[in-house]
């Protein structure tokens, strides 16, 4: 009777030593690059491509971030543009809106082209695929900078480049 018992534990025991290991637990996977996408007074976005060849895994990458970018920032824009424009007087408000509009689209099609990679990692899986995953930024006061010297180069009404630092700035942050 005591071995019966005896070989009855041993069983029990072997069951659930077996069923506990065969649990699966899952798997955290953090994405290469994903790290580096948010912080203060730059606009960052993240982008992969993936191909059999690393140019054409590259050239998908890099074409993903820009136009992510480029959306990030016709977003920002715009609600800095209606917000800056409201700031001002009617009449000025007006003038001033219309021109920033135009001049934004062609900033930020600039802009957007020269801005710096922040990150850039590549992975190669079991067919061989390559994928790139590299984070594109854009620095809030340089693209400022830049639309100011575009906007005064055009215009005899002179932007109020700390008034479009401030509302660009502040809605930047606030959809982080």
């Given at each position: 009777?005591?071995?019966?018992?005896?070989?009855?534990?041993?069983?029990?025991?072997?069951?659930?030593?077996?069923?506990?290991?065969?649990?699966?637990?899952?798997?955290?996977?953090?994405?290469?690059?994903?790290?580096?996408?948010?912080?203060?007074?730059?606009?960052?976005?993240?982008?992969?491509?993936?191909?059999?060849?690393?140019?054409?895994?590259?050239?998908?990458?890099?074409?993903?971030?820009?136009?992510?970018?480029?959306?990030?920032?016709?977003?920002?824009?715009?609600?800095?543009?209606?917000?800056?424009?409201?700031?001002?007087?009617?009449?000025?408000?007006?003038?001033?809106?219309?021109?920033?509009?135009?001049?934004?689209?062609?900033?930020?099609?600039?802009?957007?082209?020269?801005a710096n990679?922040?990150?850039?990692?590549?992975?190669?899986?079991?067919?061989?695929?390559?994928?790139?995953?590299?984070?594109?930024?854009?620095?809030?006061?340089?693209?400022?900078?830049?639309?100011?010297?575009?906007?005064?180069?055009?215009?005899?009404?002179?932007?109020?480049?700390?008034?479009?630092?401030?509302?660009f700035?502040?809605?930047?942050?606030?959809?982080?």
């Amino acid at each position: 009777m005591k071995r019966n018992i005896m070989i009855i534990a041993s069983i029990l025991t072997a069951i659930t030593l077996v069923g506990c290991s065969s649990t699966k637990q899952a798997k955290t996977y953090i994405m290469p690059c994903s790290d580096c996408v948010k912080v203060e007074d730059a606009i960052r976005v993240w982008a992969s491509g993936t191909s059999n060849s690393e140019t054409t895994a590259r050239k998908k990458a890099m074409v993903s971030a820009s136009a992510e970018l480029a959306s990030v920032l016709e977003k920002h824009v715009e609600s800095t543009t209606e917000e800056y424009t409201a700031a001002l007087n009617d009449g000025e408000g007006e003038i001033s809106k219309t021109l920033l509009n135009e001049q934004c689209r062609i900033t930020v099609k600039k802009t957007v082209s020269g801005a710096n990679i922040v990150c850039d990692e590549w992975s190669q899986d079991e067919n061989g695929q390559y994928t790139n995953y590299i984070v594109l930024e854009l620095n809030n006061n340089e693209f400022i900078n830049e639309l100011i010297e575009q906007m005064n180069s055009k215009s005899e009404n002179k932007l109020n480049k700390e008034l479009l630092q401030e509302i660009f700035n502040k809605n930047v942050n606030k959809n982080k």
